[in-house]
C-alpha cells in the first residue's frame, strides 16, 4: 500500500493526514511542532510512504530539513498556486492537510523550490543587511524630520551619517530636541558598524564564486546586487527556460484577457521580491553607465510611461543575467539591448 501524506504546519503545532492509493484517511493527528514527536508517529508508516507534502510557510526549514535527513522525500507545496474550490462551506487544519496529500497522490501538486540547507544561511544573512539598512533609512528619516519641523532646514542622508551624538546640541537649541537626535543618531551609527560587518562575511564567502565577477561586467551591477542575484537565483538550471527566470523575478506581466477584453490581473507577487528589487535597482544604474540601455529606455519612456520603460529594462536585464550565469559569459551589452 502506497502513502501520501499532508503536514499542515504552523506557528506550534503541525496536522498530519496520511492517504492511501483510494483516497482514505489512514492517519491525521495534530503534534506540537517537535521533529522528534513526528518522526516517530510516521515510524510505523515509513516503507509506505511515497511522499510528504509541507506548504511553504515561514518556519519551514526544520521540519524539511529534519524529515530529508530521516530519509523521507520531501514535497515543498507552493501556496500561491494553490487554491481549493472556492464554494466549500467548512474547511479545517485537517481537510488542508488533506488537501496537500491529495495533491500530491495526483501528481499535480504545485512545488516550490527546497533552497540548499548549506547555501541557506548566507543567503538570509544577506536578507538580513537589507533589513538593517531599511532600520537605518528610517531613523534618518526621522531625524531630517524632527530638523525640517523644528528649524526648518533639511541635512542630506550622507550628511547625517557624518554627524556625532554630541553635535545635535549646535543643530537644536533644546535640550530634549537635541536629546532625541542623539539618541537616534547612535542607534544609526550602531546599525552602520552590524551593516558593515554582514557586507563584510558575505562578501569573504561569495567572491570565490565565479559568477560574482561575471555579473559585474554588466555596468551598475555593484556588489550588494550581485550578491543579491547570486544568493536568491541559486541553482540557475532549476529555470527550465530565460521566460521561468523572468517571471520568478517579478519582471513579466500579469493579465486576464478573455475574448480580447482585460478581465483583471493575476498574482503579481508570485516570486522573488528580493530578485525584483535587485533587477529594478540595477536599471536605475545602469542607465547612467551604458548609453545602449539609456536609448532603449528612452525609446521606451517615449511610447509609454516611465515606470513601464524602468521595469522594461530590469526585465532586459535580468534575461541577460540568466545567460549570464547559465553559460557563465561576460555581459554583452549589444545582445541584450540591440
Same mark, same amino acid.
Not at 120 to 146: C, E, F, M, W, Y
Given at each position: /500500500?502506497?502513502?501520501?501524506?499532508?503536514?499542515?504546519?504552523?506557528?506550534?503545532?503541525?496536522?498530519?493526514?496520511?492517504?492511501?492509493?483510494?483516497? =482514505?484517511?489512514?492517519?491525521?493527528?495534530?503534534?506540537?511542532?517537535?521533529?522528534?514527536?513526528?518522526?516517530?508517529?510516521? *515510524? $510505523?508508516?515509513?516503507?509506505?510512504?511515497?511522499?510528504?507534502?509541507?506548504?511553504?510557510?515561514?518556519?519551514?526549514?526544520?521540519?524539511?530539513?529534519?524529515? /530529508?535527513?530521516?530519509?523521507?522525500?520531501?514535497?515543498?507545496?507552493?501556496?500561491?498556486? /494553490?487554491?481549493?474550490?472556492?464554494?466549500?462551506?467548512?474547511?479545517?487544519?485537517?481537510?488542508?492537510?488533506?488537501?496537500?496529500?491529495?495533491?500530491?497522490?495526483?501528481?499535480?501538486?504545485?512545488?516550490?523550490?527546497?533552497?540548499?540547507?548549506?547555501?541557506?544561511?548566507?543567503?538570509?544573512?544577506?536578507?538580513?543587511?537589507?533589513?538593517?539598512?531599511?532600520?537605518?533609512?528610517?531613523?534618518?528619516?526621522?531625524?531630517?524630520?524632527?530638523?525640517?519641523?523644528?528649524?526648518?532646514?533639511?541635512?542630506?542622508?550622507?550628511?547625517?551619517?557624518?554627524?556625532?551624538?554630541?553635535?545635535?546640541?549646535?543643530?537644536?537649541?533644546?535640550?530634549?530636541?537635541?536629546?532625541?537626535?542623539?539618541?537616534?543618531?547612535?542607534?544609526?551609527?550602531?546599525? $552602520?558598524? =552590524?551593516?558593515?560587518?554582514?557586507?563584510?562575511?558575505?562578501?569573504? +564567502?561569495?567572491?570565490?564564486?565565479? #559568477?560574482?565577477? #561575471?555579473?559585474?561586467?554588466?555596468?551598475?551591477?555593484?556588489?550588494?546586487?550581485? =550578491?543579491?542575484?547570486?544568493?536568491?537565483?541559486?541553482?540557475?538550471?532549476?529555470?527550465?527556460?530565460?521566460?521561468?527566470?523572468?517571471?520568478?523575478?517579478? #519582471?513579466?506581466?500579469? *493579465?486576464?484577457?478573455?475574448?480580447?477584453?482585460?478581465?483583471?490581473?493575476?498574482?503579481?507577487?508570485?516570486?522573488?521580491?528580493?530578485?525584483?528589487?535587485?533587477?529594478?535597482?540595477?536599471?536605475?544604474?545602469?542607465?547612467?553607465?551604458?548609453? +545602449?540601455?539609456?536609448?532603449?529606455?528612452?525609446?521606451?519612456? $517615449?511610447?509609454?510611461?516611465?515606470?513601464?520603460?524602468?521595469?522594461?529594462?530590469?526585465?532586459?536585464?535580468?534575461?541577460?543575467?540568466?545567460?549570464?550565469?547559465?553559460? +557563465?559569459?561576460?555581459?554583452?551589452?549589444?545582445?541584450?539591448?540591440?
Amino acid at each position: /500500500m502506497s502513502l501520501y501524506g499532508g503536514i499542515d504546519l504552523h506557528s506550534n503545532n503541525s496536522v498530519v493526514v496520511l492517504l492511501d492509493d483510494h483516497d =482514505q484517511v489512514i492517519y491525521q493527528k495534530r503534534l506540537p511542532n517537535q521533529l522528534p514527536a513526528i518522526l516517530d508517529q510516521l *515510524a $510505523a508508516y515509513r516503507a509506505e510512504i511515497q511522499g510528504l507534502v509541507v506548504e511553504s510557510t515561514y518556519n519551514w526549514y526544520w521540519l524539511v530539513d529534519g524529515l /530529508m535527513e530521516s530519509g523521507y522525500k520531501v514535497h515543498l507545496a507552493n501556496p500561491t498556486a /494553490m487554491r481549493q474550490y472556492s464554494g466549500l462551506k467548512h474547511t479545517n487544519d485537517y481537510s488542508d492537510a488533506h488537501w496537500l496529500a491529495h495533491l500530491l497522490r495526483l501528481g499535480v501538486l504545485p512545488e516550490g523550490y527546497i533552497y540548499p540547507k548549506a547555501d541557506r544561511p548566507l543567503r538570509d544573512l544577506l536578507r538580513k543587511r537589507g533589513h538593517l539598512v531599511a532600520q537605518q533609512t528610517a531613523n534618518i528619516l526621522s531625524i531630517q524630520n524632527i530638523l525640517v519641523r523644528n528649524t526648518g532646514s533639511r541635512l542630506s542622508a550622507k550628511q547625517i551619517k557624518e554627524l556625532r551624538p554630541h553635535e545635535a546640541a549646535f543643530l537644536l537649541s533644546h535640550e530634549d530636541q537635541a536629546l532625541a537626535v542623539s539618541s537616534v543618531l547612535r542607534v544609526i551609527h550602531c546599525l $552602520a558598524d =552590524q551593516i558593515r560587518i554582514v557586507e563584510q562575511r558575505v562578501r569573504s +564567502e561569495i567572491k570565490r564564486t565565479p #559568477l560574482y565577477q #561575471l555579473l559585474q561586467t554588466v555596468k551598475g551591477i555593484g556588489a550588494i546586487i550581485a =550578491q543579491t542575484i547570486i544568493l536568491e537565483t541559486g541553482d540557475i538550471r532549476r529555470f527550465a527556460s530565460v521566460g521561468d527566470y523572468a517571471s520568478y523575478c517579478r #519582471l513579466v506581466g500579469s *493579465a486576464k484577457i478573455s475574448n480580447g477584453k482585460y478581465k483583471g490581473r493575476g498574482n503579481r507577487k508570485n516570486g522573488n521580491q528580493y530578485l525584483c528589487w535587485a533587477y529594478c535597482e540595477a536599471a536605475h544604474f545602469t542607465m547612467r553607465f551604458n548609453p +545602449e540601455i539609456q536609448r532603449f529606455y528612452q525609446r521606451k519612456a $517615449a511610447k509609454t510611461k516611465v515606470p513601464i520603460a524602468h521595469k522594461s529594462v530590469a526585465h532586459k536585464l535580468a534575461r541577460a543575467c540568466y545567460h549570464v550565469m547559465r553559460d +557563465e559569459v561576460p555581459f554583452d551589452v549589444g545582445k541584450a539591448f540591440g
